[in-house]
């Protein structure tokens, strides 16, 4: 037929599939999307189906609305009556028509997550649980897990009853599925699971659907949880035996586990839809023979898998350029570097290259090296560092103890971590401090002429004694500890830690993320008080204003986040053992896998050319970490690479900045000297240079701006740079890196 002449025999051979289950091993850029919706068409085309008796299934709304307009582009049908969508919405619609059978009514609401966090708070306060051991957010994640693997709450009760907190969760999940009945009310995970609940006790329900559904699509199928992998299976095995279950996905790609998607769905395919046909999408039109040989070549290394191998027609293509730097600050500056080189060399636009990580915390030096360099860019999938709102409720304690007539940041933080402090305080304390003409902090000193109610005056008092003690601390201690001991006096840390879920870990991340920024901040910098450093972050910030209405930036995001996009370069960082992958020696062998597989994923998301980092020594939780490069980085077959000399590219540049042959991007835009040793300050002056280490000797009398004098105790070299450890006479031992301490000799 004309309507598959522009395929390729294998995807022909896919689209054209006549009766009976098929698992369709898409690779990645192979073409998916077009197999599936010529699929759809060819089903319509040739009468197999009528547009109300296909069911296809996605995982986003963004993936139904392209396959939608895809088929409208090929078949001269109505689409409207096509069954397309997530299984969201897909179990929606059964819902509406049929909920009523398993005693709900079909006006049914569907709660949010805010609306879900409000059932809960209201179940622990009825409870009577203690809320700082109980977590709004834990509470629900653990919810929506139990859910997915279809555990009711006497299940969960039962399995834990031994353990006292868990058991507890179990009560409030118990609870909060009776409020939600109550009001007649579904979650997100409801509706997949209540769907399918109907669809198991409701025969006639069940045979209905089974016959209006001659034919089921199932996208990236690798990716289905417990629940969805029923749906498919109770809907696709007819009485009649006809099972024309048509699934495509990759399980190369399979990189969800974390959330609940289980890989052995695809893997057991051909068990479960017994006489299932295998068709391999191999093709690749995305990448160079280069790069897809290396994402062969790591892949190869995994066992839960069914087995490809990715070709193009695309022969040769650029090696991949592996770089090794001494730190993450040298990553960035090499990674901006080489966007300038690919920009200049390529024609390329900003757009057209993209900067992966692996977890969000990442992207803060990765952040500063583009700012720093004028490159514009863009974050997707998350926040930019700065404006995250743990590092904005961090940053606004320190403005506060630094400057206490900064309203704004009082408003954010008064009740942050919840204080019991409600509205009808804060008006009293807004109306007092507008009568007198002082500002807010200063007004909750006045406490007698508040008037406030007795609890919500202890809750005041309490902070600003807090905030008193800090702002005495702030004088006397180094910089990085300073900003830790805001982090856990203030309550943020605890609050953080009590969100045991995936986004709570990462905000602890982001959390440590600023300190090591603190802690950098306090080595490069002879001037790096409290005031130094708040004017040094508010200096990235206002010059990240980048206009998000602008297109051509840079894009920085997560491999999760990456997956299902393509750019000409792309730039993968921070290949280190513990870093990517992010587990270590004693994690499962499941989770290596799934770790490998994310690596894949990232490797071909590049067109043409392929950049990776790793950094000897990364700056962790406020103090530097050695690292070992990336067992992966050994699993890229050699001839795929060339591995940089770990003093070629990054440190040239740096004897060029030394030389004054060169100056990089926007830096002149800094009121700082510049981010690198040896480097300009605004008029281009050529900036102090900073104490050779070779000079410093075991024994040593050294004085350091914040710490005062001390005695250098040790040398430690390990090869690419040094470390002083220091006996400070007020402050104690420290180990500080001579490459950018900002001590003297004396």
């Not at 350029?321 to 090499?334: G, L, P, V, W």
């Not at 204080?419 to 007092?432: A, E, V």
């Not at 605890?494 to 986004?503: F, K, V």
Request: aromatic residues 8%.
């Amino acid at each position: 037929m004309d309507l598959l002449d522009k395929l390729n025999e294998k995807q022909r051979e896919a689209a054209s599939h006549d009766k009976g289950p098929i698992l369709v091993i898409a690779g990645a850029g192979t073409g998916k999307t077009r197999v599936l919706t010529h699929r759809i068409a060819y089903l319509v085309e040739t009468k197999k189906a009528r547009p109300w008796e296909i069911l296809a299934i996605t995982f986003t709304n963004k993936a139904a609305n392209e396959m939608k307009e895809r088929i409208g582009q090929l078949i001269d049908y109505s689409i409207d009556r096509m069954w397309i969508g997530t299984f969201h919405s897909v179990c929606v619609r059964i819902l509406r028509r049929n909920i009523d059978r398993i005693g709900y009514d079909r006006n049914f609401v569907i709660y949010d997550t805010n609306d879900q966090k409000a059932i809960i708070r209201d179940c622990i306060k009825e409870l009577d649980l203690d809320t700082k051991k109980y977590n709004v957010n834990s509470i629900r994640a653990i919810i929506s897990s139990e859910k997915n693997v279809r555990n009711n709450p006497d299940k969960y009760i039962a399995e834990h009853y031994t353990d006292f907190i868990k058991r507890n969760v179990g009560e409030a999940y118990a609870l909060y599925e009776k409020k939600l009945k109550q009001a007649n009310a579904l979650d997100f995970d409801d509706l997949l699971v209540k769907a399918l609940k109907l669809l198991e006790t409701e025969v006639d329900i069940r045979e209905s659907y089974q016959e209006q559904f001659k034919y089921i699509l199932v996208d990236e199928y690798q990716d289905t949880n417990l629940v969805q992998y029923c749906i498919v299976k109770i809907l696709g095995q007819k009485p009649n035996g006809e099972n024309n279950v048509f699934v495509v996905g990759d399980e190369d790609q399979s990189i969800y586990g974390w959330r609940g998607a289980d890989i052995k769905n695809i893997l057991n395919f051909e068990h479960d839809f017994k006489g299932a046909k295998v068709v391999k999408l191999e093709k690749n039109y995305r990448s160079t023979n280069v790069i897809l040989n290396a994402a062969n070549g790591v892949i190869g290394n995994n066992c839960q898998r069914k087995g490809k191998n990715l070709y193009t027609d695309f022969e040769g293509g650029n090696l991949i350029r592996i770089m090794e730097t001494d730190n993450e600050k040298d990553e960035a500056f090499t990674v901006a570097a080489l966007i300038r080189k690919e920009r200049r060399e390529n024609n390329l636009d900003y757009s057209d290259m993209a900067i992966l990580y692996r977890t969000n915390a990442q992207s803060r030096a990765l952040e500063e090296g583009l700012i720093r360099e004028g490159i514009p860019y863009k974050i997707v999938g998350g926040l930019k560092f700065y404006e995250r709102k743990e590092i904005k409720d961090i940053m606004a304690y320190l403005t506060l103890i630094y400057n206490q007539k900064d309203v704004v940041s009082f408003d954010r933080i008064i009740n942050v971590p919840r204080r019991k402090i409600g509205q009808k305080t804060m008006d009293i304390i807004t109306d007092y401090s507008e009568a007198e003409s002082i500002s807010k902090f200063e007004a909750c000193f006045d406490s007698e002429q508040l008037n406030l109610p007795k609890a919500a005056a202890a809750s005041i008092e309490s902070f600003i004694s807090m905030m008193e003690m800090l702002m005495i601390k702030k004088d006397v201690m180094p910089l990085s500890e300073f900003i830790q001991e805001v982090y856990e006096v203030t309550g943020l840390k605890a609050m953080l830690l009590e969100e045991d879920t995936d986004d709570g870990r990462s905000r602890i991340e982001n959390v440590e993320e600023f300190l090591s920024a603190a802690k950098d901040f306090e080595e490069r910098y002879e001037e790096n008080s409290l005031e130094d450093f708040l004017a040094h972050v508010s200096l990235l910030a206002d010059v990240d204003k980048t206009d998000e209405t602008k297109k051509d930036n840079v894009i920085l995001m997560t491999v999760h986040s990456a997956k299902g996009l393509e750019f000409d370069t792309v730039f993968i960082t921070g290949l280190e053992e513990g870093m990517f992958p992010i587990i270590d020696q004693n994690d499962l062998n499941d989770d290596l896998e799934e770790e490998r597989r994310l690596f894949y994923v990232a490797i071909t998301r590049a067109k043409r050319m392929l950049y990776i980092t790793h950094a000897n020594d990364r700056m962790r939780f406020g103090s530097h970490e050695m690292k070992v490069k990336s067992r992966f980085l050994k699993e890229i077959p050699y001839e795929c690479i060339e591995e940089s000399d770990p003093a070629s590219f990054a440190a040239k540049k740096i004897e060029r900045i030394d030389s004054g042959e060169y100056t990089s991007g926007k830096s002149n835009t800094f009121t700082k000297n510049n981010y690198f040793k040896g480097g300009f300050d605004l008029e281009g002056k050529k900036s102090k240079p900073r104490l050779k280490a070779d000079s410093i000797q075991p024994g040593d009398r050294i004085m350091h701006k914040a710490w005062g004098t001390g005695t250098v105790v040790q040398i430690k070299d390990d090869g690419d740079s040094k470390v002083a450890v220091i006996a400070f006479e007020n402050k104690g031992i420290k180990n500080l890196n001579l490459d950018y301490a900002p001590i003297e000799k004396i």
